[in-house]
T-cell receptor, first 112, second 111 residues
């Protein structure tokens, strides 16, 4: 079955880069997503990468995909206090419905 | 703003009761998925509706059921509520298999 794992916490100083890591198991995933969740809120789609890509950059966000190791990372450049949130990676799975399988989330804390 | 709206935002129910949660999908989207997010966990897939038909189901019992209407809005019904059903219920809409956009969720508390 599918399993997506993330580290639980990450603390960085404002202005530094943050790197959030994720491993997944379903090699047939076509898309991999990053979502952001602020306290008491729903999920905000940040970015996604197609499985035949190695890297995608979108302003301060860089996604790296190592398909051989099934490893996905999200780098946030110049991290700001407003980036403090929980970040979820998710793999898109077409088996049993077109569903997203989420990791447990990484809580990013940005300190001054 | 994703254009996906859910109601109500918060709800308190008693064990054994039934609840209906509602979701209006983003304009132009024909697919609605429901997820349950327990405290401190990632969202778990409940089921998906595509053009009014169930299009996949996660590992949830039959007391979790749903509907999709001709305007692509959707309902999630949960019967015989249990304490463990307390969670944030998230609705996501998409156009087929394209990226999913989530609503703000309904916080359900079962006492």
């Amino acid at each position: 079955g599918e399993d997506v794992e993330q580290s639980l916490f990450l603390s960085v100083r404002e202005g530094d880069s943050s790197v959030i890591n994720c491993t997944y198991t379903d090699s047939s995933s076509t898309y991999l997503y990053w979502y952001k969740q602020e306290p008491g809120a729903g999920l905000q789609l940040l970015t996604y990468i197609f499985s035949n890509m190695d890297m995608k950059q979108d302003q301060r966000l860089t996604v790296l995909l190592n398909k051989k190791d099934k490893h996905l990372s999200l780098r946030i450049a110049d991290t700001q206090t407003g980036d403090s949130a929980i970040y979820f990676c998710a793999e898109f799975d077409t088996g049993g419905g077109n569903k997203l399988t989420f990791g447990t989330g990484t809580q990013l804390k940005v300190e001054l | 703003e994703t254009g996906v709206t859910q109601s109500p935002t918060h709800l308190i129910k008693t064990r054994g009761q039934q609840v209906t949660l509602r979701c209006s999908s983003q304009s132009g989207h024909n697919t609605v998925s429901w997820y349950q997010q327990a405290l401190g966990q990632g969202p778990q897939f409940i089921f998906q509706y595509y053009r009014e038909e169930e299009n996949g189901r996660g590992n949830f019992p039959p007391r979790f059921s749903g509907l999709q209407f001709p305007n692509y809005s959707s309902e999630l019904n949960v019967n015989a509520l249990e304490l463990d059903d307390s969670a944030l219920y998230l609705c996501a809409s998409s156009l087929g298999t394209e990226e999913a956009f989530f609503g703000q969720g309904t916080r359900l508390t079962v006492v």
